[in-house]
Structures are given as C-alpha cells and as structure tokens.
C-alpha cells in the first residue's frame, strides 16, 4: 500500500487525558442532562430526585451564565508572516470569558473594529441575530473578514458559555477528522516541483494543489498573445490598470498552441513523478478570457487535474457555465465571496463543478455551512479555501465537521515552523496524516499561545491593544425606509 | 487661480465666449496669423490648475447637525490650493468617508470614474452608500474647479436653467392644519409637494389597526427588534376599513383645501406588507396622488409590482439603493415602480444618479431626486438633474431651516426661489462653504476640518476576485 493510502486509512491517534476528560463530561451530560427528558429516564426513576439531579450536574462545569451574557469589548492583534497577514480579534464578557476570532488574511483589521459600536453590549451566544445586525457591513474578499471574524469569535463565546464545541452548535459532525489538501511552493522546473509535492505526500498529505500558468510562458517568444501590455508575472500587482488589477476579460491575452504545449508538458511531468492516485488541483493560470480558459482545460485532460480554481472572476456567471460545459477538468471557484446568496446564483446555474469558498470570506460558520448545505443539494461538492492561523483554521475545521459535502480544507502554512505554535489547548501536532481532529473542548477550542504571538506581530502594533476610539459609530443602519 | 475672483461669473461667462469662438468657430480664424490665433484662443482662459498634475494629498470632515440632519461634510484638498466638497449622506457615519481616503490619495481627483470604480467596492445601501457618493461630489468639485467649468457640464451639458424642487411640510394629526401648511408651502413659491400620510396619524383612533405596534396586544415586546427596525412583511399590521376611510379623510381635506393642478406625493404610510398596501394605493386613486413612496421596503421587487400593477396610483422608492447595478436596474427592468427616487447621496453621487435617471429614461420610468443633506450636496445634486433628460424634482429638506443656505457662500441668494434653483455657472458645484456658520453648528466634540492622519494606510487586497 502506497503512502497516500496508508494516510487515508489511518485512524485518529490515542486521545489525550485532557480530551478523555472532555469525554467523560459529554458521557455524563449524556447520562444526566440530554437523556433526563427522553427514554433512559426510567433507570433514574426509583432513586430520590436529589441523587438524580447530583449525578445529572456533576461536572458541569458552567463556565458561564449564558444568559446574562454581554459583550464588553473587541480588540485585534496582526499577526504577519504566517505566511499571510493575519488580524485575530479578540471578543471581551463581563464574565471574564472571551472569543477569538480571525479577520481574514490581507484584510484591514478595520474590517472588524468597525463592527465593534454595533455589538457592544449584545449577548454573543445570539449569533445568528448579531451576524444579521452586522452582515450589511460585509462586502466581498477582504471586506468580509470584519464579519466573519467576530462571527467565529461569537460561536467560539456561545461555546465557552455552554461548555460545547462549535460544531455541536451547529448541527452536530459528520466526521471526526477533517482532510487537508495543501499548497506547495513552486518551481519553473516541474521535477523539482513533483519532488515537493512528493515530500508533501510523505508528510502525510492526500490531496495537493499545484500553481502553473501563464506566468511560467512570460520570457518565451511565440507562446502568449498582447503579454507586451503587461508584466504577467505579476498576478498580484496592486496598482490600478495593472496586470494584477485587471479582470481577466479585458487583458485580451491569448495563448498559442506553443504556449499550451509548455503548460502541459510540464503538468505532464509532474503528475508523472507525483502519480495518478492522489488528488492534484491546480490555481492561478493567469489572467485570460473564457477561449483561452477553454483551449486549456481541453489541453489538460488526459492528466486529471481535481479541479482548475479561479480561471475567470466567479461574477461571470455565464462564463463559468460556458467552460464548466466545454471542458471535462471540473471547475470551482468562490474564495472571494461574501454570503449565499452569489454561491446560490452559482449552484443553480450549474457554472461550476465544485464550490470553494472562504469561511473568513463566506460569512463565518454557520453562513459557510448554509452554503455548503445548499450545494450538497443540488449534487455540488464543497473544497474550503484557507490562508490564515490555526484561530481561523479551527473555526474552518468545525464547518467542515459539520458539513456533509466537505471534501478537503486548504492548508497554506506548512512550511512556517512555528504555525501551530501560535495556540494551545489543543493537541498537537494538529495537523497529523494530512487531516486534523475535530476538537471536542468548549468553542473553537484553542486559546493562543500569547509568547508566540507576540514574536509574530506586526511592527509598530501592540497585543490586543485599547480599541476605545471604535466604541461609537453614529449612522443610521437601516437599509430601507 | 482666479485672477478676479469678485468678479466671478462674469468672467466666467466671457470665457466660457471666448472658448466658443475659439475652440468650436476655428475656422473663422484661418486667414489670421498663428500666434494671433494662439493668442486669442488662450487669453482670459483662467486656468485654476494644471489639472493634469493634480493629485490628491488630504481627506478631512467637519461633521453638522441642527441646520441640518446630521451631516459629515468632506472636503479633499490637493497639491494645488484647490478643495472639493462633498456631503456624506445625512444621517451616515464620517467613517464611510474617511476610509476611503488611504484610497485616494496621490491620485489625481479629475479621473473621477477611474477613483468612483477604486472605492465603489466600499459602498454599500443605507447611509453606507454615503462615503462613496461624498467623495465623487467633491471629485467633480474639483475637476471643475481644475478646468474652470461647472460640474453639469462634465456631464454633458444641461437639459435646463433651473431645477424644480419639492418639498415636505411638517405634519399635523388635524387634517384642517396639514392643509393650512401645505397651502403656505404653496405661497412660499413651491410646485411639487410631498407630505407624510401614515397609520401613526390613525393610531390612537380605536378600531383602525389590527396588530398595531403599540396597541394593547403589544406584539414587539419579546422581539429582538422593535416596530422600526421590523421590515414591512413581518410586523402583521392591518389596515381596517375604518381606518383606510380614516387615511383617506387626510388625502380628501387636503386636495379639497389646496386642489387638484399641484402634484402631491405621500411617504412614511408605515410599515405593514403588500396586501395593506394595494388597499391604500386602490382608496387613494381618487386623490391623483403624484406617488406613494417607500410603501414597502425598495428590495422586494416583486411585492412592489404587485402594488403597481394593481391601482393606478403611481410607485417610487429608491433612496436607500446604491448604485444602478445595485438595484435601480432590476426595479427598473421589472417595471415594479412607475418613478425611481434615488439620493445622490446614497446612489453613488453625481454621475451615478445620472447614470440611474438615463437608464430610467431608456425605459418610461419617472425619475426623482431624494435629499435631505447640506446645501453642498444639494447643488451636487442640482448639477446631475440639470444634465439629465427625465429628471422631475429634487427634494429639499431644510424649508423651515433659515440658516440652512448661510451654509455656503459664492452663490447667488436666495438659493431656492419660487420653487426652483438656478443652476450654478460657477467651476465645480458652485459653491464654497462659509466656514463660520459651518463651525456654528459643528456637531459636539466634532472640529472644523481636524487632521485625519490615522486613515492615511489601510493595509488590504481590495481584488473582489481571484
């Protein structure tokens, strides 16, 4: 049995005393508190009510009066590096208990703190009416990240309150373990690019994702149409008019048949080396219309890639459809958008194959679940977008546990070595055989490993500094008359 | 900069001559030597500003109130001694404004739509759509300013001297007195009126209201949120016979007091769903109402066809929509309102509320401005009705606020007369802002144009897509 298998059929580690300790409490609550109202009852039914309601109570361990509950304050600490910029928020009680959430990568961390003057004083455990008196100050990609940080943090509080873990908040697991599928840093030689991906496999990983593209053509002649325009290397250039700014569409880029033979001999060599078993996607091709999309993904199948991500900006719904229909690689995309209802336009016009979004994008757990939920309906699987800490990463791994469509969660930091460090309360490594244990303590369950964060933060900011200037915003926020 | 600035709009005007016989009649000069033609084409042309080295260096606020609903005022200054002005919708947050300037700066104001597609993203419906439209104002202040031409003719020119404006009248729960103050509303000069008719005016009269929101039952005691913030389909009030015959009593004195040749609209009929709607819009038929406005929330297009295709009394809603795409499109493409009522303020500003009132026009759907700002924004606003076709009014919300217009200066007073504003000739919107009367009613804490350093850097990836 090869090394990919072996990872697939491996069961979860030995649980930990600490996790057994959480067991033990879910046991009793089991015995005491769910199954009290329903049919075991009658075993209790001769002892005297005290000895039952002891033995129903003991060990719960109320690490807070639910009701009372009251949000007191909301602060950000910018993580840099991870390898992404990554602001994580910290959501304050008057009861001594806080949440933690995460803006998403590369977002301002004014995302969230302009979200604070709206939650003060609310009780966290009603997410669902927060995210709705919070959710019109969302926008796509980034802009999202204020709401679905503070959402996290509200499930991670909710949690902490009742002394559940988040995916118990919302619907309960599907799985015990969640599959990662992870990046790896690229290189113009496809061997040495197969060799990493191999080395990740050996890591334990079952399910890769690889970048090529046009990028890779940008020094050759007779192989990419109107590159003088731009500077294709540059898929990230921020500057208005640029490469990187300019939606696929109108850059009027074509590639030649040349250009498409350098592209797919070199997926060719590396699905050689890394082999045909494992899942291998593929991401960033460039910025070029819906035909040159089309003669690619044709090109590419006789090595069948999982899917081929963000080959035009999801807005274009008819493209997508076009070349989801034109070519037999599956499609997805969805990383930059904000709430269901874009994913819903996207599912029922059947434009892509899979969807892909990104819960400090989509809307945080619960909109990310709906999401998932409304996909798996109508026979759409879900891939889950990720770049940021292990707080965010958490939060990921409670959706996908709770999610039945879940395929695979994005890991796009094995290579920083003190990633994992960043938290405690959780047993580690987390990420073990490609996939992550689904947490059983109360919330997201993790707390942060402050001596580590504070290695890692941004210069000139402070750890969890006062956010007293954000306590008040004066605007009317209703959105209709 | 302008070499006789008292002089203002004449020399405006003998420019704007000098241009037309210079740039258009070229060929009258064809036997004249170059250098003569040169000269005369150039002299007197006031340039303000080397327009194509503009660039933006600061984004500050003076936040009113009292004169006005609470208003932000943005100004954004340059490298070149020139300052736009804009409003933040009345009622919005400065923040809207003030994020957007990490933004802008270093870019040059006069590629207003390059600048309007960069921040469009943070925009948003309500009072969020406020930052966005501000800055596009004050970007068209300055553009004009830069090339000493006023903003409607950055626009493509204008479809009229004066814009005609409507406005609302207090309210009263005796029918006798609401007619009393729209009749002085009339005297005063106005041509269009729009007065509040809504099931608060009936509330106390017992048997009007099923499920009313204060009645005895009492219905948003438990609830998360109160009548207010409850959207029209949820609160489950009704309208009973007695009361429709009720509201429609408001309707019969007032069109018996002041007739039947001024249009008169209606807003803030309450928050109650489609059914309760169709009956009022159905009672009202005989009144020639000019609209009924926000009978229900602007996004549930459908519920809004359904009001319109039932009676014949006339749709509007559209304040709270940012952008055309946003949703003036769909209303639009669906025929759910007979008029759309955008607020430069809200909408995306001054080309924008253009772009909304042309699409409207492309389609017979009647096209009306919502305002309830400063008298920046006002004129901003008076620019994009004047360069556009189906325009009908724009609202003016500070009647009864005499200092209102003391706001701004370097335009002929008073401002509105006879129910009508000229259009301004001066660079830009037109106006500049009398500094001591704005600090007069400085909102509290709140300082004249104070130093916005801390939003010079927003670190983020503003790309939408991958």
């Given at each position: ?5 072996q ?8 649980v930990t005393s ?18 009290l ?13 005290e ?19 009251k ?5 950000v ?23 933690l ?5 590369h977002a301002?961390?004014?995302?969230a703190?302009?979200l604070?003057?709206?939650i ?10 927060i ?5 019109q100050?969302g ?9 679905c ?5 509200l499930?991670?509080?909710?949690g ?21 599928y ?10 040495e ?10 890591q334990?990983f079952?399910?890769?994702k690889?970048d090529f593209?046009?990028?890779?053509l ?6 990419v149409?109107?590159?003088?325009m ?6 990230w250039?921020r500057?208005y008019?640029?490469y990187?700014s300019?939606?696929?569409p ?12 350098k592209?797919?001999?070199?997926v ?6 890394v082999?045909?078993?494992i ?10 219309d819906?035909?040159?999309a ?5 090109a590419?199948?006789?090595y069948?890639l999982?899917?081929l991500?963000?080959l035009?900006p999801?807005?274009?719904t008819?493209?997508?459809?076009q070349?989801?229909h034109?070519?037999?690689t ?24 899979m969807i ?6 989509s ?13 798996e309906?109508?026979g759409?699987?879900?891939?889950m977008?990720?770049?940021g ?14 999610t039945?469509?879940f ?23 987390i ?5 992550i244990?689904v947490?059983d303590?109360?919330?997201?369950g993790?707390e942060?490993?402050e ?9 000139g900011?402070?750890?969890f500094a006062?956010?007293d ?5 004066d605007s009317?926020?209703r959105?209709?008359? | ?5 008292k ?12 241009a ?10 064809a036997n ?12 007197k ?5 080397a ?6 260096t ?12 609470r208003?932000?005022i943005?100004?954004?200054?340059t490298?070149q ?31 207003v739509e390059r600048?309007f ?10 009072r969020?759509?406020?930052g ?12 004009g300013?830069?090339?000493n031409?006023?903003v ?12 005609r ?10 029918p ?5 103050r ?6 005063n000069?106005?041509?269009a009126?729009?007065m509040d008719i809504?099931?608060n ?7 009007t209201l099923?499920?009313?929101?204060e009645g ?8 998360s ?5 409850t959207e029209h389909?949820?609160t489950?009030?009704?309208i009973?016979?007695?009361g429709?015959d009720?509201?429609m ?5 007032m069109?018996?007091?002041?007739g ?5 609209g ?10 309760e ?17 926000d ?5 549930y297009m459908?519920q809004w066809?359904e009001?319109t ?7 509007q ?16 493409d ?5 008029i759309v009522h955008?607020?430069p303020n ?6 924008e509320?253009k772009?909304i ?6 389609n017979g759907?009647?096209f ?18 004047a ?6 009014w724009?609202?003016h919300?500070a009647v009864d ?7 701004v ?8 007369q006879?129910g ?7 660079p ?6 009398n500094?001591?009367?704005?600090k007069?009613?400085?909102?509290e804490g ?11 850097e ?9």
């Amino acid at each position: 049995m090869n090394k990919y298998l072996q990872n697939l059929l491996k069961v979860p580690k030995a649980v930990t005393s600490e996790t057994n300790n959480r067991r033990d409490f879910l046991q009793k609550a089991s015995l005491g508190g769910l199954a009290l109202g329903g049919i075991p009852l009658g075993g209790f039914i001769d002892k005297p009510i005290e000895e039952t309601l002891e033995y129903s109570t003991q060990k719960v361990n109320k690490f807070s009066n639910p009701s009372d509950l009251k949000i007191t304050d909301l602060r950000v600490v910018e993580i840099v590096n991870a390898p992404m910029p990554c602001p994580v928020i910290r959501i304050d009680t008057n009861q001594g208990i806080y949440g933690l959430g995460e803006v998403r990568d590369h977002a301002s961390p004014k995302y969230a703190l302009f979200l604070k003057s709206r939650i003060l004083g609310e009780n966290p455990c009603n997410v669902d009416r927060i995210f709705k008196k919070i959710k019109q100050f969302g926008g796509h990609s980034r802009q999202a990240g204020g709401v679905c940080g503070v959402e996290m943090a509200l499930w991670d509080l909710a949690g902490k309150a009742y002394n559940v873990p988040a995916y118990q908040l919302v619907g309960g697991k599907f799985r015990d373990r969640v599959r990662l599928y992870c990046d790896t840093t690229g290189s113009d030689d496809p061997v040495e690019y197969a060799k990493r991906m191999k080395a990740r496999v050996d890591q334990g990983f079952t399910f890769l994702k690889m970048d090529f593209g046009i990028q890779m053509l940008k020094d050759e002649d007779n192989m990419v149409i109107n590159k003088g325009m731009y500077d294709i290397g540059q898929q990230w250039s921020r500057e208005y008019g640029s490469y990187g700014s300019t939606a696929h569409p109108f850059t009027r880029i074509q590639i030649t048949d040349e250009g498409i033979e350098k592209i797919v001999d070199y997926v060719r060599q590396v699905r050689d080396i890394v082999g045909y078993e494992i899942p291998l996607a593929a991401d960033h091709f460039g910025h070029f219309d819906t035909n040159e999309a089309i003669r690619l993904g044709n090109a590419l199948e006789p090595y069948r890639l999982a899917y081929l991500e963000d080959l035009v900006p999801w807005q274009y719904t008819d493209k997508w459809k076009q070349i989801t229909h034109a070519i037999n690689t599956p499609t997805l995309t969805g990383e930059d958008i904000f709430l269901k209802e874009e994913f819903i336009k996207l599912i029922d016009a059947r434009a892509i194959d899979m969807i892909h979004p990104d819960l400090a994008s989509s809307g945080g757990i619960l909109e990310t679940k709906k999401i998932g939920d409304y996909a798996e309906e109508n026979g759409i699987p879900m891939m889950m977008h990720f770049a940021g800490t292990p707080v965010s990463m958490m939060a990921n791994v409670h959706c996908a546990a709770a999610t039945q469509n879940f395929i695979a969660l994005e890991h796009h930091s094995v290579d920083i070595p003190w990633w994992e460090d960043l938290v405690v309360g959780i047993d580690k490594p987390i990420v073990q055989d490609g996939h992550i244990t689904v947490p059983d303590r109360p919330g997201l369950g993790i707390e942060l490993n402050e001596d580590v964060v504070k290695e890692h933060m941004k210069k000139g900011t402070k750890y969890f500094a006062p956010t007293d200037e954000w306590n008040t915003i004066d605007s009317a926020d209703r959105l209709w008359s | 900069m302008n070499s006789e600035p008292k002089n203002h709009s004449g020399n405006r005007r003998d420019f704007l001559q000098k241009a037309s016989l210079g740039g258009l009649s070229l060929g009258a000069f064809a036997n004249s030597s170059m250098e003569e033609t040169l000269e005369y084409t150039t002299q007197k042309v006031n340039r303000y500003s080397a327009p194509t080295d503009l660039k933006i260096t600061d984004l500050r606020i003076a936040e009113i109130s009292e004169v006005v609903f609470r208003t932000p005022i943005v100004r954004i200054y340059t490298n070149q001694g020139i300052v736009g002005h804009g409003d933040v919708r009345d009622g919005a947050a400065k923040e809207y404004a003030l994020f957007l300037k990490s933004r802008l700066l270093g870019e040059n104001p006069c590629n207003v739509e390059r600048l309007f597609k960069k921040i469009r993203q943070f925009g948003h419906h309500g009072r969020q759509g406020g930052g966005v439209s501000g800055v596009e104002m004050a970007l068209w202040d300055l553009a004009g300013k830069a090339y000493n031409v006023p903003v409607y003719q950055m626009l493509g020119g204008k479809y009229r001297d004066r814009v005609r404006v409507y406005c609302d009248t207090t309210t009263s729960s005796d029918p006798q007195e609401y007619a009393k103050r729209m009749q002085e509303r009339i005297d005063n000069g106005y041509t269009a009126l729009k007065m509040d008719i809504g099931i608060n005016l009936i509330k106390d009269i017992p048997g009007t209201l099923v499920n009313a929101p204060e009645g005895q039952y009492a219905p948003y005691k438990y609830e998360s949120r109160g009548y207010n913030l409850t959207e029209h389909p949820f609160t489950r009030v009704q309208i009973t016979e007695k009361g429709i015959d009720k509201l429609m009593e408001f309707l019969d004195v007032m069109r018996s007091q002041i007739g039947y040749e001024i249009p008169m609209g209606t807003d803030h009929w309450g928050h109650f769903d489609v059914n309760e709607a169709v009956k009022i819009a159905r009672a009202a038929e005989p009144y020639n109402l000019a609209y009924i406005e926000d009978i229900i929330p602007w996004h549930y297009m459908d519920q809004w066809r359904e009001i319109t295709e039932s009676s014949t009394t006339p749709t509007q809603t559209g304040e709270d929509i940012y952008t055309l795409e946003g949703g003036f499109k769909d209303l639009i493409d669906q025929r759910a309102v007979d008029i759309v009522h955008p607020d430069p303020n809200t909408a995306g500003g001054i080309l924008e509320t253009k772009r909304i009132g042309d699409y409207a026009s492309m389609n017979g759907i009647g096209f009306m401005h919502h305002h309830a700002a400063g008298p920046v924004s006002f004129l901003g606003s008076v620019h994009s009705a004047a360069a556009t076709e189906n325009f009908m009014w724009l609202e003016h919300h500070a009647v009864d606020k005499p200092k209102w217009e003391d706001l701004v200066t370097g335009i002929e007073k008073p401002i509105v007369q006879d129910g009508y504003v000229k259009v301004p000739e001066k660079p830009g919107i037109g106006v500049e802002l009398n500094e001591e009367v704005v600090k007069e009613f400085l909102v509290e804490g709140e300082k004249l144009f104070a130093p916005t350093e801390e939003w010079n850097e927003i670190r983020a990836w503003d790309r939408l897509w991958s």
